[in-house]
């Protein structure tokens, strides 16, 4: 049977649960794969911490760049995330003749190009199944599954923690900083939410699958992002009387001016497939040619579902796949990025507004000086006198007629506060 040995670089939640599997399925995977697998080492940054798999001692080791550098291993898992120094330890397994399967999404959206092109002159393999989605094989059936198939959008709900602040907020009434705080709780929030929260960890991820869907290196700059930090209970309960939850999406659209890629909560009707994927749950729906529209749905994150993706990795290293020849990050990028300011939709409009007559014609009348021309009004609080909000639903507009009308009208001295702008997605 054939063997291939491993160098780990991390014991964290994934790589516990790849060592978990690797040992505790060795026969099941030999079965399905052919392949016996076999550790040869693993890197930690503490070799004696408590784990939650009891590991031989002789297996660990702190010096992550032996480990990539390790003659004995066919190829090296690296777990650490983040740029650096983990591109250091990827570079140096690729140069030492190692195929590479990593987790992580920033490493590939940010140095993709330069990454691939180690890959290809040394003749290694980077697999990255585990970088988006978690457990959900989404690159596999974009790969694979769509190969007929010219992909016309990618539309994405890709971090677990948002969507999971945003179901609490939006099924239980909890304000932002309520929800985030029941995130870290639960284990799913980081202690610096940022990445998460500021739309970041969607953007690496939507790189990765833009460019796997478009056939060229799509770049995180390219990417326009917004987390979902501002949204708060206001936004939320106005959307649904309106018949719309709010997400965090990661959209990826190929049109006839160029590319539009972005990252924003949004406001999505009820009845959209994707408006019921709740709590830490991913979900994401392609568009394309042949086979229409297909939605990928599963658990994003977490050590199981990650896991799962890193050891089909494996499985498709050993048995030769994929084909070294077809990779994105190794075209000549001929897309063009389509300007954000010309992108058209329709958007939510909420204004802190000081409640006396004439305040509505006054806002709406820049509105419609800008062409911007609206669908919906709600002001349901009466305080004369006192701030209250007011919420106005646009028809399809340019983003950047909507900025400018938002910015004259935030000059307003009836306005308090800054306004709030959420896209609508039809
Ligand atoms: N923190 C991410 C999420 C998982 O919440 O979806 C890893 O990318």
Known sequence: MKKIKIGLLGLGQIGSGVYRILTRKKSL????????FEIEKIAVK??????????????????????????????????VGGV?????????????????????????????????????????RVFFEASVGGGIPVIKALREGLVANEIQSVLGIINGTSNYILTRMTHDYLEFGQALAQAQREGYAEPDPSLDIDGIDSAHKLAILASLAF???????????????????????????????????AIAKKTAEGLEARVQPTLLSKDHILSK????????????????????????????????????????MAQGRPDKKTNPWLTKRRLKIKSGSSIQSRYYLR??????????????????????????????ERKVGNVVPLIMLTHHAGEGAV????????????????????RIED
């Open 84 to 124: 650096r120094p983990a591109k250091d330890f990827v570079l140096a397994a690729l140069k030492s003749g190692k195929d590479v399967i990593t987790a992580n999404k920033a490493l590939l959206a940010e140095c993709g190009e330069e990454i691939f092109k180690i890959a290809s002159r040394y003749g290694r």
């Open 215 to 249: 056939e060229e290196p799509v770049r995180l700059r390219d990417i326009a992002c917004e987390g979902i930090r501002a949204i708060d209970q206001n936004d939320i309960s106005f959307a649904n009387q309106f018949g719309y939850s709010i997400k965090l999406l």
């Open 351 to 380: 204004f802190s507004v000081i409640d006396k007559p004439k305040v509505l014609a006054r806002i709406s009348g820049i509105l419609g000086d800008h062409g911007v021309s609206i669908s919906d009004v709600i002001q349901t």
């Open 29 to 36: 995977l030999q079965k399905k794969s052919g392949v016996s």
């Open 403 to 422: 900025q400018d009308a938002v910015k004259t009208i935030d000059r307003l001295p009836v306005i308090k506060g800054k306004s709030h702008r959420i």
């Open 46 to 79: 503490s070799p004696g911490k408590k784990r939650a798999v009891s590991v031989p001692s002789k297996l660990l080791t702190r010096d992550a760049m032996s480990v990539a550098k390790n003659g004995r291993a066919d190829c090296v898992i690296e777990l």
């Open 277 to 316: 994927v709740d709590g830490a749950y991913n979900a994401i729906l392609f568009r394309a040619d042949e086979v229409g529209d297909m939605l990928l749905y599963g658990k994003g994150a977490g050590s199981k579902p990650t896991a799962s993706a890193v050891v089909s990795d494996l499985v498709d």
